[in-house]
């Protein structure tokens, strides 16, 4: 079965600061991985996916996210936060083949200081 | 209009009431889901809709009934719920061979 862990409950950075936020997998195969943002009281948003091709995918708001095949990861990146980032973060992964159903992580609250 | 429209945005039901959500996508989607989101748990899935065919049911009490009648409606009735289903309820479609899920802004309902 397949599973996704995001170590991180939370994680508090300054404004203006770099972000990495991890994402590991488990999946017999390589998945088709995502990464979704919830504001409070909000659905989740895309921020972007990873289907084949470039390990690198950029996505909206300036995030981007790496794909590594050895280490199972899927971790999200942003060279600098700004305040709105605030939110919870969601690593899901979706099988290749069949009917799509997503698996999602436990999510990643980012605080972000002034 | 955004893609995923889910209604109403809050409520508020008794124990013993009868109540439904809706959800409407305009994305020409054929899957369509519902989740549960509770305060410090996981996303759960409860109910996935193929082509407005039940192909997932996560074992999910039978207080909660979810209805599909076409591809772009999706319903979830509620009936004698309990104080611990309070929680946000979203709504989510993708395309049958598709890859990414689009979600509606989910229904806050408590119970009392």
């Known amino acids: 079965a397949q599973s996704v862990t995001q170590p991180d409950i939370h994680i508090t950075v300054s404004e203006g600061a770099s972000l990495e936020l991890r994402c590991n997998y488990s999946?017999?195969?390589?998945?088709?991985l995502f990464w979704y943002v919830q504001s409070p009281g909000q659905g989740l948003q895309l921020l972007l996916k990873?289907?084949?091709?470039?390990?690198l995918v950029q996505g909206i708001k300036g995030f981007e996210a790496e794909f590594k095949r050895s280490q199972s990861s899927f971790n999200l990146r942003k060279p600098s936060v700004h305040w709105s980032d605030a939110a919870e973060y969601f690593c899901?992964?979706?099988?290749?083949?069949?009917?799509?159903?997503?698996?999602f992580g436990r999510g990643t609250s980012l605080i972000v200081h002034p | 209009e955004t893609g995923v429209t889910q209604t109403p945005r809050h409520l508020v039901m008794g124990m013993t009431n009868k109540k439904s959500l809706k959800c409407e996508q305009h994305?020409?989607?054929?899957?369509m889901y519902w989740y549960k989101q509770s305060a410090k748990k996981p996303l759960e899935l409860m109910f996935v809709?193929?082509?407005?065919?039940?192909?997932e049911n996560n074992s999910v009490p039978s207080r909660f009934s979810p209805e599909c009648p076409n591809s772009s409606h999706l319903f979830l009735h509620l009936h004698t719920l309990q104080p611990e289903d309070s929680a946000l309820y979203l709504c989510?479609?993708?395309?049958?061979?598709?890859?990414?899920?689009?979600f509606g802004q989910g229904t806050r309902l408590t119970v009392v």
């Open positions: 994305l020409g989607h054929n899957a």
């Open positions: 809709y193929s082509l407005e065919e039940r192909v």
């Open positions: 999946y017999g195969a390589t998945p088709y």
């Open positions: 899901a992964v979706g099988p290749r083949g069949g009917s799509y159903i997503p698996t």
């Open positions: 989510a479609s993708s395309q049958e061979e598709g890859r990414e899920a689009f």
């Open positions: 990873y289907f084949s091709g470039d390990t």
